[in-house]
């Protein structure tokens, strides 16, 4: 009844599923990964170990997480007639489309050695997952701004290996710049899973079918594109943008507070945070942190942060507890990375697959799981017969 998502699948909650991998407290703005807090993962942590937190349950040991960063290294390769299918888009082609068409067309080349019923093959394809998502989405960059696609090098971290696949140009040396990779790999972090979204949402549903994890990844991908959802921090960006100055902050609170205007702050308001998104307050500071290490100012974040003070005072904001969300600040560091903005959501895509084969594994491994399937409150005209055309 209230346009939330949720199915009953046999318990009486309205929850969608029972999940042990992220918890959520909208009120209090607390967010957990296996019981560990966003903030310590973020300041402490590294992608891939987190990573292998989602996906196991705990933190690795150092043998572990070796083996488990060599793992995925060795799966970043992508078969090579995958790069054909680049061919068919159009150069300005949105990333976004191409992320759904090119994760989608991985099926086509494991979806026959893939049972999901089989551990050992769900492994394998969660590993192939997390590590060639990040060179599609550096192939994806460098074919539209037409320059070839560059190989992973196995002697790099995960998140280098992506930022030198996605900026290097052969024919120069490529420098890996520590305090960008520091950076993203944060950036990965405060991005990897969210609890039941609609994105994971999404690729729940879809496996829940049986269908195969590419498959359902793709779907996940399609549905973060919507500025909703992962949409949203390029939509921030561009609005931070056209705000331009803070005089013209008022214009822009003052339409995102008229009903009748369909404008919506972007990267402002949750479903579930009634309070500040905790990622959000990790990236405020990030962007500071980030542009100073980088030497860059860039007038957009005064602009944010202004917006911010602003609407947190407005009694509208605060009525409807609204604050900034994960998208709000991201851009701006994205931005001063060197990254244009139809590329944000396809770097939060790419983060949240490990959330995402994470989700997809604890529901496809659950013997009890059954195949998902929402209901509806009717509204529709009640039963009638049928009155051939010539007496209507
Ligand atoms: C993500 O679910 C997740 O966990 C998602 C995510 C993840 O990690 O997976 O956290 C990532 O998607 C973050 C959200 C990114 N989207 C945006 O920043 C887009 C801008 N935000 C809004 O579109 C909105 O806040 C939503 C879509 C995020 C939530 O919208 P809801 O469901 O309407 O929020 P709500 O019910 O809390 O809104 C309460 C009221 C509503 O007004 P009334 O119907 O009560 O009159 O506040 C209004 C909304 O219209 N409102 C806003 C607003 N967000 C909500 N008004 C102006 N500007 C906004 N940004």
Not at 18 to 28: K, P, Q, V
Not at 183 to 189: P, T, Y
């Amino acid at each position: 009844a209230t346009g939330a998502f949720t199915f009953d699948p046999g318990f009486t909650s309205t929850a969608s599923c029972e999940s042990a991998i992220t918890y959520i407290d909208g009120d209090e703005g607390v967010l957990l990964h296996r019981g560990y807090p966003i903030e310590q993962l973020a300041e402490q942590s590294s992608f891939m170990e987190v990573s292998y937190l989602l996906l196991n349950g705990e933190l690795p040991s150092k043998g572990e997480l070796e083996k488990f960063s060599n793992t995925i290294t060795r799966h970043t390769m992508v078969h090579e007639q995958l790069a054909q299918f680049f061919r068919g888009f159009r150069r300005d082609a949105h990333p976004m489309a191409i992320m759904c068409g090119v994760v989608g067309a991985l099926s086509a080349f494991y979806h026959d050695s893939t049972d999901i019923n089989d551990p050992q093959q769900r492994l394998i394809a969660s590993h192939r997952l997390i590590a060639k998502i990040p060179t599609i989405a550096a192939m994806a960059y460098q074919y539209s701004v037409g320059r070839p696609f560059v190989f992973p090098k196995n002697d790099l971290s995960y998140t280098a290996n992506f930022m030198r696949m996605t900026f290097a140009n052969p024919a120069e040396e490529y420098e890996v710049d520590p305090i960008v990779v520091d950076a993203m790999d944060k950036i990965f972090i405060l991005h990897a899973d969210h609890e039941q979204n609609a994105s994971t949402s999404t690729v729940r549903l879809a496996g829940s079918s049986g269908a195969n994890p590419f498959a359902c990844i793709a779907a996940g991908i399609a549905c973060l594109w919507g500025p909703a959802h992962g949409g949203a921090n390029e939509a921030a960006l561009n609005m931070l943008r056209e705000i331009g100055t803070p005089d013209r902050i008022p214009e822009f609170i003052a339409r995102a507070k008229n009903k009748d205007d369909p404008f919506r702050l972007m990267g402002f308001g949750h479903r579930v945070y009634k309070n500040f998104d905790p990622r959000a307050k990790v990236l405020s500071k990030a962007a500071t942190e980030v542009l100073d290490k980088l030497g860059k100012n860039d007038p957009v974040l005064d602009t944010a942060r202004e917006l911010e003070q602003i609407a947190l005072k407005d009694p509208y904001f605060i009525d409807k507890k609204l604050y900034p969300n994960v998208d709000f600040y991201s851009g701006v560091i994205l931005s001063a990375i060197g990254f244009p903005t139809n590329m944000f959501t396809v770097l939060f895509a790419l983060a949240r697959t490990v959330g995402w084969v994470a989700q997809w594994n604890e529901m496809i491994s659950d013997p009890g799981q059954k195949i998902g399937r929402p209901r509806q409150l009717y509204t529709g005209a009640t039963q009638r017969d049928y009155v051939p055309v010539d007496k209507r």
